[in-house]
């Protein structure tokens, strides 16, 4: 017990309070104190807003979602429009969206009930009415079907041949993208695997993800596929979306794709990532190309799934993370035996060593330094082929650097992206 004529608890409890709830509401509550219900507003104050709100463990902006996921599940609306309210109007520091809260709602729906969600929901859209002029938002008219998940995008097909199955992201922000950027897959992959990096990049830039031909839900074509087909496919889906120039992100066979798309068709390119990539392969390594697509087309994919896991992962991450090696060979083993063989020429046919000099669009170019397929020597290549390119040589990554090291990959190509 303290003798100080200062409650600390209380002071500490009353500036957290004033913090999250505001000045106005604080001394509303205070003026209206009296002697039946003052014990109430000290104990609220020292143990609600001091011991819970003063704890340091989580950020206010979190406290408030817990509040506000509580008050809906409980039914409490009138704490729940206070808390609503105070959370649109804070402080930086510790405001929500409309994005953000309203995110808090849909995640109530599926834990708490969609009862309780649609009552929030109703709630919270009253007081964007009234808060809207003052934080710059307007509700606005906009149909359910439209709706897209934004953690997965807007899903389309183009209407070329083949038919390519794309996602599109559009800003979370709300504003103008920065850029728009294109993440390409590995051979035997689908768009899935950039999901991560294209929600970061997504928050700022319109991010577009496909299947290359003969992958994931995009049309395989029969015949022997050339690097020039995948680089003209991307350049038909890009005309269609009327993407302007983008920012290219390709691993493996997207890198080559890349490159092609690059020389092919200068204008819709910004900018080139090429990741665990080559410009070309000598005759040993054609060869093994040859006796793959050879392997495929006679027993399918199944028997060459698992070297290429070793190819793909390197042993500590395969111990490691076998549920991830799982995700990526049962990927490969269902990828169309067609398309898969059509992609395998083009990657073991690949070949623009002697035009790279061509490529005028600022490039990174990115290696793992366990990489047997692409191993760095071929990464130094391009980086010394494409005028002004950068290197960076990820550790303790092999084939698919950005699944084995994905905050070193997203790091270099947000630093890359910010820089054009």
């Keep these: 017990m303290s003798f100080d004529p200062i409650d600390h608890d209380f002071e500490r409890g009353l500036g957290n309070r004033r913090a999250i709830l505001g000045d106005a509401w604080v001394e509303r509550s205070l003026g209206n104190a009296n002697q039946f219900n003052a014990d109430f507003q000290n104990l609220i104050t020292r143990f609600a807003w001091n011991e819970i709100w003063g704890r340091p463990g989580l950020e206010q902006k979190t406290r408030r979602a817990i509040v506000l996921s509580i008050t809906i599940a409980l039914g409490r609306w009138e704490e729940f429009d206070l808390h609503v ?48 002029p003052q934080i710059g938002y307007e509700l606005e008219p906009s149909a359910p079907l439209a709706a897209s998940h934004p953690g997965v995008g807007r899903a389309g097909r183009s209407s070329g041949r083949p038919a390519l199955h794309y996602t599109v992201r559009e800003p979370r922000n709300g504003k103008a993208p920065r850029h728009t950027v294109v993440l390409s897959h590995a051979l035997g ?67 080559m794709v890349g490159q092609e798309l690059a020389l092919r068709h200068p204008a819709l390119v910004r900018a080139l990532v090429l990741a665990n990539t080559t410009s070309g392969y000598p005759a040993p390594a054609q060869e093994v190309w040859r006796q793959r697509i050879a392997t495929v087309q006679l027993e399918g994919i199944e028997p060459i799934a698992d070297a290429v896991m070793g190819r793909y992962f390197h042993d500590a991450f395969r111990a490691a993370h076998p549920g991830t090696v799982t995700r990526f060979r049962r990927r490969v083993a269902a990828t169309d035996n067609v398309g898969y063989a059509g992609c395998c020429h083009a990657v073991g046919t690949v070949d623009t060593t002697a ?36 290197l960076e040589v990820l550790k303790d990554a092999s084939h698919l650097s950005y699944i084995e090291q994905p905050e070193a990959f997203s790091a270099a190509v947000r630093g890359f992206i910010a820089n054009l």
């Design 85 to 132: 309210r105070a959370a649109l109007l804070g402080d930086d520091s510790n405001r929500l969206t409309p994005d953000e809260l309203k995110e808090v709602l849909i995640q109530s729906a599926i834990y708490a009930g969609v009862p309780a969600a649609n009552t929030a929901f109703t709630h919270a859209m009253a007081i964007l009415r009234e808060v809207g």
């Design 189 to 255: 992959c689908d768009l899935t695997m950039w999901d991560q990096l294209a929600n970061q990049l997504a928050l700022d830039h319109r991010v577009i993800t496909y299947d290359h031909r003969g992958h994931g839900s995009s049309e395989s074509p029969p015949g022997a596929y050339a690097m020039a087909d995948l680089a003209d496919d991307a350049a038909a889906l890009l005309r269609e979306l009327d993407t302007g120039p983008v920012v290219w992100i390709g691993l493996s066979m997207g890198g």
């Design 355 to 390: 035009r790279l000099g061509q490529i005028k669009a600022p490039t990174l170019v990115i290696a793992g330094e366990l990489d047997q397929g692409t191993p760095v020597a071929m990464a130094q290549v391009l980086a010394e082929g494409i005028e002004g390119a950068q």
